[in-house]
């Protein structure tokens, strides 16, 4: 496996993009837990027939997730674009 060698200024600023990006994760994940925390009354969700009952932390968490495998799956589908 080779690598190509990187000067210091490259390596100093991989290192922080890496903890901004970090921290920006820390921060909406903090941000998604709290906002599921704090909501927890209940909710109507209208699917296209049936309506469905169901706490309001569930349906919060159940959108965060499917938001995040949305994301993951167009990062990964851009990177392969990419690399083509």
Same mark, same amino acid.
């Given at each position: 496996?080779?690598?190509?060698?990187?000067?210091?200024?490259?390596?100093?600023?991989?290192?922080?993009a890496?903890?901004?990006? +970090?921290? &920006?994760?820390?921060?909406?994940?903090? $941000?998604a !837990?709290?906002?599921?925390?704090? #909501?927890?009354?209940? =909710?109507?969700?209208?699917?296209?027939?049936?309506?469905?009952?169901?706490?309001?932390?569930?349906?919060? +968490?159940? &959108?965060?997730?499917?938001?995040?495998? $949305?994301? !993951?799956?167009?990062?990964?589908? #851009?990177?392969?674009? =990419?690399?083509?």
């Open positions: 496996m080779t690598s190509t060698p990187t000067t210091a200024a490259e390596s100093s600023a991989t290192k922080r890496n903890g901004t990006k +970090l921290i &920006t994760v820390g921060v909406i994940f903090a $941000a !837990l709290w906002f599921i925390l704090v #909501n927890t009354g209940k =909710a109507r969700v209208r699917l296209w027939i049936p309506t469905v009952s169901a706490p309001m932390w569930l349906v919060l +968490l159940v &959108t965060f997730a499917g938001g995040m495998v $949305a994301g !993951l799956l167009i990062r990964r589908s #851009n990177k392969k674009r =990419a690399a083509e």
